[in-house]
């Protein structure tokens, strides 16, 4: 007689096991990724349950937040057991993520290492599939006065402004700057474009006794600093 196959509903899981419960008995720390995720999926199907199902998707994007965080609605939807809702709600938990790690790092208010310019600007640059170029302006005790983004697209002597940069250092009252712009490819190694463009900004900035204190390359979770490595 042929056996009934087992249910792979997470109802018939014992409480340990189910991620609900365990994170009400146990804390949210505890959970998995792929446990949180299956939280948010709510139910699997018949032959999946919800933390297999939200394990398939992890593996995806390489079993890394920050990748799946890139993912659109209709990328999330064709996994099978993924409608237009439950895409919806991953997106959103995610996206509520990248805003409070965006929060944190606006508590950064002076730049004492080149990690603080990463958590200052990860957050903001990051995972964003296209090229930015920032400056982070800087008064004499290295505190923020302003960040802001100057172009978009890529780095080329046409795209960064040297002009405007430091009209607006001036109208701060700057006297550091440090650049900073994001490789979505991952790599970390520096172009010859981009020693250029620093040479350009750092030659130009002590003709008015402003200083360019760093270059920063920041990627998802690593950054390059030109000051650490001695090549600013």
Known sequence: MQQKPS????KNWSDDDKPREK????GKSVLSDAELIAILIGSGSRNESAVELAKRILASA???LNELGKLSIKQL???KGIGEAKAVSIAAALEIGRRRRGEE???ITKIISSKNVFELLQPKMG?????EFWIVFLNNSNAVLQA????KGGITGTLVDVRLVLKQALELGAVGLILAHNHPSGTLKPSEADKQITKKLKVASEALDIKVLDHIIITQKE???FADENIL
Not at 7 to 10: E, G, K, M, W, Y
Not at 23 to 26: D, N, T
Not at 127 to 131: A, D, F, I, R, S
């Open 62 to 64: 390489n079993n890394n």
């Open 148 to 151: 802001g983004q100057l172009s």
């Open 23 to 26: 994170l009400v008995q146990k």
């Open 77 to 79: 939807m064709q996994f």
């Open 105 to 107: 790092a606006q508590k």
């Open 223 to 225: 950054y390059f600093s």
């Open 127 to 131: 995972e964003l599939p296209h090229e």
């Open 7 to 10: 249910s792979f509903s997470i």
